[in-house]
């Protein structure tokens, strides 16, 4: 059976390297899908240089699955006509990618569902299944694959993923419609699991890495691979970014990426230093200090101060800033005014909220 394709033209944007903000959910005040703001939060993103949107992660919050709460396809269907009228406006490619999750009827239904609406390529998450063994793994994503190109997810275990070894990854990155894995474990040492296993597939070349190590965004991007498979050393570039980090100050992101695209070794002292900063940017969105509890409500309430979201409203309520978090994000905001974005937000908000 032959696997749908990624086109030739949005591969080798993904191989080159691109910026991609996991989008987050844009609620009214009687938690119904914000129309007006959702848009506007995608029409930033784009503007401000992202070169795909992915929809329907983590960061969109899961729940939107839920039958009560039904906004996954809603959101898909939103976000896709919205992206393709942008990048035509812009006359660029702009990769629509879906986030996949659930058992395998659930996804591949969404996967289905995904394709059918347009979207280029699934962000496979496995955390749904904790307790699946290496085959029963791999015959899960090859059937989610036999209906959209996959990219893989390593989810870390804090929020919810699994552990995932070399061996995995070997043997995910031979189904031929692998195109990129995200790798979020925040741990260096399953990061280099993937990398040896994608190397070890032998198809390296055509696997593009991406960091969701929102951790660790600056030393992935400048670090090369240089690791032993049959027949000799490989080298290996982590080219862009998947991350919940970069829904708050894109634009930054977006120059932050070019730079490191255009860096040499004299430049590395400088970029790894500001890598430290935006490290205990991430600390404070995402709530380390308490085990990441808070780490879609402080994306939100970044988003919120930039006058793209109303409120932080979101659908579990027991999800909100832990205590002294709002803290932490004004003193990150004090520390770092060098990587925020807030003044093209407000040079540019309210043609997004037209």
């Not at 903000?21 to 609620?27: G, Q, R, T, Y």
């Not at 090859?142 to 390593?154: N, Q, S, T």
């Amino acid at each position: 059976m032959s696997y749908p394709q990624l086109s030739e033209e949005k591969k080798k944007i993904l191989q080159n390297g691109i910026v991609i903000p996991a989008l987050p959910l844009a609620l009214d005040s009687d938690l119904h899908l914000d129309v007006r703001r959702q848009r506007a939060l995608i029409r930033y993103y784009l503007d401000a240089g992202a070169g795909g949107i992915a929809v329907g992660v983590h960061t969109t919050q899961f729940a939107i699955r839920d039958p009560q709460i039904d906004l996954f396809r809603p959101l898909l269907e939103l976000a896709g006509r919205e992206i393709e009228v942008i990048s035509h406006r812009q006359g660029r490619p702009v990769l629509q990618i879906c986030g996949i999750s659930g058992p395998t009827r659930q996804a591949i239904a969404e996967a289905r569902l995904a394709a059918s609406l347009g979207y280029d390529a699934g962000l496979l998450s496995l955390a749904a299944l904790p307790d699946a063994s290496h085959e029963e793994l791999l015959s899960h994503c090859r059937g989610v694959a036999r209906h959209i190109p996959l990219i893989g997810f390593y989810l870390q275990p804090a929020v919810g993923g699994r552990l995932l070894d070399e061996h995995f990854w070997r043997d995910f990155a031979k189904i031929e419609n692998v195109v990129a894995v995200k790798m979020a474990p925040f741990n260096r040492y399953h990061t280099l699991e993937v990398v040896k296993g994608i190397l070890a597939s032998g198809r390296g070349e055509e696997v593009a890495l991406y960091t969701g190590n929102d951790d660790n965004i600056v030393a992935d991007l400048l670090t090369t691979y240089h690791l032993p498979v049959p027949g000799g050393m490989v080298r290996k570039r982590i080219v862009g970014g998947l991350l919940g980090h970069w829904a708050v100050w894109t634009r930054k992101a977006v120059e932050l990426l070019e730079k490191i695209h255009r860096a040499t070794p004299e430049d590395y002292p400088a970029l790894l230093s500001l890598g430290i900063q935006i490290t205990d940017c991430n600390a404070a969105f995402f709530d380390a200090a308490n085990h990441f509890k808070g780490v879609i409500a402080g994306i939100h309430e970044v988003l919120r101060r930039q006058g793209l979201l109303e409120e932080i409203r979101l659908l579990d309520p027991a999800e909100k800033l832990s205590p002294g978090q709002k803290e932490e994000i004004d003193r990150v905001y004090r520390a770092y005014p060098h990587l925020n974005d807030d003044d093209f937000v407000k040079a540019n908000l309210h043609q997004w909220l037209a």
